[in-house]
């Protein structure tokens, strides 16, 4: 499976207090529009950020949505289920310690769940299933920076397109692009290779890059 991440942030790489949030997602969905995925995966965090159009009745893409999600903290999923950018049909990753109130919730609302990892999901095996009885050969990752971290970490990417805003942000607390625990020793370091950069909208830097290996 080809597995890529599309991401915003400053110049010192925080991803919250946008300054101009429109124009980053006017670049930000112009990238994924050029693209053909098979599905798109959430954290928990994300799609309980996320905001969402209660009458919709409009489909722009038939991608499937992957949340990865076993504490089971999305409950509205008709209304999830509606949304424009994926198709009806959720699959939801749990793990050994999803509670049965939860899977039997899902399977009410007709929601797909695939539970791997005994205290956590195992995003490899997850990864794994997902290609082998889903047909899911391209994923975007769409979430923030634990959820990317954790992919980075077990060497699940394969691309990281970057948009580099013209802002810098600042704090001590940042939410960055690579949330992950501290290395030990050099050969966790992620080497990179980049494969195209361009200005866009004379401010913002787009940087494609391929992960090694």
């Not at 699959?91 to 007709?110: A, D, R």
Request: aromatic residues 8%; hydrophobic residues 35%; negative net charge.
């Amino acid at each position: 499976m080809q597995i890529e991440c599309i991401i915003g942030m400053s110049l010192d790489a925080r991803i919250d207090w946008i300054k101009n949030p429109q124009e980053l997602q006017e670049i930000y969905y112009g990238i994924v529009m050029q693209s053909q995925y098979d599905g798109m995966i959430c954290g928990s965090s994300t799609m309980l950020k996320a905001s969402y159009d209660e009458n919709t009745t409009v489909k722009y893409s038939d991608q499937q949505l992957i949340v990865v999600d076993s504490g089971g903290k999305i409950r509205n999923w008709p209304v999830i289920k509606k949304q424009a950018w994926w198709n009806e049909t959720p699959i939801v990753l749990c793990s050994n310690t999803t509670t049965p109130e939860y899977l039997n919730q899902l399977e009410k609302e007709q929601v797909n769940y695939l539970i791997t990892g005994k205290h956590k999901v195992d995003l490899k095996e997850a990864v794994t299933v997902l290609e082998k009885e889903y047909g899911i050969h391209r994923l975007r990752i769409d979430s923030g920076g634990r959820l990317l971290g954790q992919m980075l970490r077990e060497k699940l990417v394969h691309a990281i397109t970057t948009i580099i805003m013209p802002q810098m942000t600042g704090g001590i607390t940042p939410q960055s692009i690579f949330v992950a625990d501290d290395l030990e020793n050099l050969e966790g370091v992620i080497s990179l290779k980049l494969k195209d950069y361009r200005i866009v909208k004379d401010h913002y830097v787009v940087l494609n890059y391929e992960v090694q290996q």
